[in-house]
T-cell receptor, first 115, second 112 residues
Framework: DAGVIQSPRHEVTEMGQEVTLRCKPISGHNSLFWYRQTMMRGLELLIYFNNNVPIDDSGMPEDRFSAKMPNASFSTLKIQPSEPRDSAVYFC?????????????FGPGTRLTVT | DAKTTQPTSMDCAEGRAANLPCNHSTISGNEYVYWYRQIHSQGPQYIIHGLKNNETNEMASLIITEDRKSSTLILPHATLRDTAVYYCIVRVPGQAGTALIFGKGTTLSVSS
């Protein structure tokens, strides 16, 4: 199995630009999570999907952030407009159990730098 | 308010057992204990989880005290590749909104 795939691995953009991060979960997994990691705040959950439906988006920082899961094999996290404080590593994770009851499998992450 | 307390850092010699403690004195009856680790520049990796019985898999063993207020993750024969930040997490599985909450974790350094 290829594991969770994220793209791009690195993204550098200027403040105000739109950024789209992509995730392909492990085939057959029906739960998908987006996390953000910074030195200051550690690893934070942004949003969680179950069967392509957003279940909990309470961690999404503000309206500039949006996430979609149009089908079971693809999800996007969009930031529009981006700001320097959005610089972080963004991880996508998937699980075969609802809510990630047991293990969650993480992708390699996308390192976002907003200048 | 952190649900778990872990030492900031630990050292271990290669080939020796690494015992990583975690205090979770306010754990409730339906909360599980999960362990993940994060190797530098990689995503977190699931290790093991348990409710009240000791658990073992190909990666590690999890020992939970009878009162469930603390636990220990044991890597039986640590290697250099086990150098990572180890996170102890307690949560009720399956509840929406109670996804993994990662604290500061323990930085384990394995040296030869």
């Amino acid at each position: 199995d290829a594991g969770v795939i994220q793209s791009p691995r690195h993204e550098v953009t200027e403040m105000g630009q739109e950024v789209t991060l992509r995730c392909k979960p492990i085939s057959g997994h029906n739960s998908l999570f987006w996390y953000r990691q910074t030195m200051m705040r550690g690893l934070e959950l942004l949003i969680y999907f179950n069967n392509n439906v957003p279940i909990d988006d309470s961690g999404m920082p503000e309206d500039r952030f949006s996430a979609k899961m149009p089908n079971a094999s693809f999800s996007t996290l969009k930031i529009q407009p981006s700001e320097p404080r959005d610089s972080a590593v963004y991880f996508c994770a998937s699980s075969s159990s609802p809510g990630g009851i047991y293990e969650q499998y993480f992708g390699p992450g996308t390192r976002l730098t907003v200048t | 308010d952190a649900k778990t307390t872990q030492p900031t850092s630990m050292d271990c010699a290669e080939g020796r057992a690494a015992n990583l403690p975690c205090n979770h004195s306010t754990i409730s009856g339906n909360e599980y204990v999960y362990w993940y680790r994060q190797i530098h520049s990689q995503g977190p990796q699931y290790i093991i989880h348990g409710l009240k019985n000791n658990e073992t898999n190909e990666m590690a063993s999890l020992i939970i005290t009878e009162d469930r207020k603390s636990s220990t993750l044991i890597l039986p024969h640590a290697t250099l590749r086990d150098t990572a930040v180890y996170y102890c997490i307690v949560r009720v599985p399956g509840q929406a909104g109670t996804a993994l909450i990662f604290g500061k974790g323990t930085t384990l350094s394995v040296s030869s």
